[in-house]
């Protein structure tokens, strides 16, 4: 199960990872947007809840951003909830568009949240926030491996969250997805 806080592009994005025909035939995933937008700490408890009352999720993620300049707002709870209650984060920083511009080339570079949405859209040429996820889904792997640069760079600099801007976990989720099932 997957809980979003986009009501565009990230589930553009998923919904297109879901119809993959290697993923459709061996994963089952549902995803949950949250209509509230925005407020990661509420996304995560709302994926407490449910993650209580249904013993038969397997697996449950969050997908959020950072944003930049200002953040969202008790992130650092968010994250620390998750962790507690078993719950997967997939965060971007500053923000999904980070992603999706790994899918296209590397970003070693801090973005705001805006420049990266100018970015994104100027890689792909939308023009607003929905996205065609088919496009995305033959650029995944390379946008994985770049996230992973990214991660590691941050790691041998000591850049801790919040401050690993540019980066994304969205990479777990992909492999978390499209690893073997028994």
């Known amino acids: 199960m997957i809980f979003c806080e986009g009501q565009a592009s990230e589930p553009d994005y998923l919904n ?47 997908v959020f951003d950072v944003e930049w300049p200002q953040h969202h707002p008790h992130l650092d709870r968010a994250l620390r909830l998750a962790a507690a209650e078993g719950i997967r984060i997939a965060v971007s920083n500053p923000c999904f568009e980070l992603w999706l511009i790994l899918h296209f080339q590397e970003q070693a570079g801090f973005l705001q949240t805006r420049d990266a949405e100018a970015v994104s859209r100027q890689l792909d040429g939308r023009s607003g926030k929905r996205l065609d996820g088919a496009k995305y889904m033959p650029l995944r ?17 000591d850049s801790n969250f919040p401050d690993d801007n540019p980066s994304s976990t969205m990479h777990e989720l992909l492999a978390a997805i499209e690893s073997p099932r028994d």
């Open 16 to 62: 297109a990872v879901k119809r993959l025909p290697e993923i459709r035939a061996n994963t089952a995933i549902s995803l949950v947007i949250d209509p509230s937008y925005g407020l990661p700490m509420d996304l995560v408890t709302k994926a407490v809840e449910r993650l209580h009352r249904d013993p038969e999720i397997d697996e449950c993620w969050c």
């Open 141 to 157: 792997h390379d946008a994985c491996e770049r996230a992973m640069r990214l991660a590691t760079r941050h790691e041998r600099n």
